[in-house]
């Protein structure tokens, strides 16, 4: 028996119990690489074991072919002999997928998962099983799982790199408090002072105010103000050197500091309005962002 030394890789989606009575995605992707074409007969006449090991070296990243074929000949079933087939090209979307994936996204995907959408894609009924394709392969959001629950993304075979990001707040306010803002006329005291310690605290404590966040190494916060006609622009900057961005102590520390401010200034006026955005990000897989 050929020894695959992978991982079984089934999809809920398909519905196959563990006795592989049909042919899952991952076996197909072996046969095709290897350049076999088997009939229904012909798998359900291999042992278990030969069809889990068949499955196995369809997961891997790179399909081993003449393990595959060696496989089928030890099982000695009949096979026919076609042309190998390549996996979808990773660069660019295929035309059936357009609509369900973004090129990021597609990107992302490991060589069997990439397979299996293509082939959901263009097999028979996509309008029913590709939306359970997609869900399971996948999810919009990377913190939700093939069953829609929640999840934290684990990033351990994430590149170390340096990351950076700027998020920027504004908060309106009447000309008259920001007038006394730029006297320093408030009764609460130094209204920036306080919402920059406010802004550089909040991020360090970003896990525990956003769930799914993972805990950063922090190497510099910085919080910075400009008064304006309208009000106060804040601008946070995050940095780290890590396994995931710093996006959210950015936004974090943005939004605590303007909080802060209206907090300071709400007696004088509580109309006041806040926006936040994200202003940039630099670093990881994705690279350099700017709005």
Do not use: N
Request: proline share 4%.
């Amino acid at each position: 028996m050929i020894e695959s030394g992978g991982v079984m890789r089934v999809y809920r989606f398909e519905c196959i119990d563990d006795s592989l009575d049909l042919v899952p995605l991952a076996g197909r992707r072996a046969l095709d690489a290897a350049g076999a074409k088997v009939s229904l007969a012909s798998w359900r006449a291999m042992e278990v074991e030969a069809r889990r090991s068949i499955v196995e070296l369809g997961g891997a990243p790179a399909v081993d072919g003449p393990s595959v074929r060696a496989c089928l000949d030890e099982s000695r079933v009949e096979y026919h002999v076609m042309a190998p087939e390549g996996d979808p090209d990773e660069a660019t979307v295929p035309e059936a997928l357009a609509r369900s994936l973004t090129p990021e996204a597609w990107r992302t995907l490991s060589p069997v998962d990439r397979y299996a959408l293509l082939k959901v894609a263009r097999g028979k009924h996509p309008e029913s099983v590709l939306p359970h394709a997609c869900a399971e392969i996948a999810p919009i959001s990377s913190h939700v799982d093939a069953r829609g629950e929640a999840r934290m993304v684990d990033v351990a075979g994430k590149e170390v790199t340096s990351r950076r990001a700027v998020a920027r707040a504004r908060v309106t306010m009447q000309a008259a408090t920001v007038s006394r803002l730029r006297a320093g006329d408030v009764a609460k005291g130094d209204v920036l002072g306080t919402a920059r310690v406010a802004g550089i605290q909040a991020a360090k404590r970003t896990p525990e105010l956003i769930p799914l966040c993972h805990s950063i190494a922090l190497t510099r916060v910085a919080v910075d103000f400009v008064l304006d006609a309208d009000g106060v622009v804040i601008e946070a900057t995050a940095e780290a050197r890590d396994r995931t961005g710093v996006e959210m102590e950015a936004l974090t520390a943005a939004s605590v500091a303007a909080l802060t401010v209206y907090d300071m200034l709400k007696s004088v006026d509580r109309g006041m309005s806040i926006t936040v955005e994200l202003g940039e990000k630099h670093g990881g897989k994705t690279g350099s962002w700017t709005r």
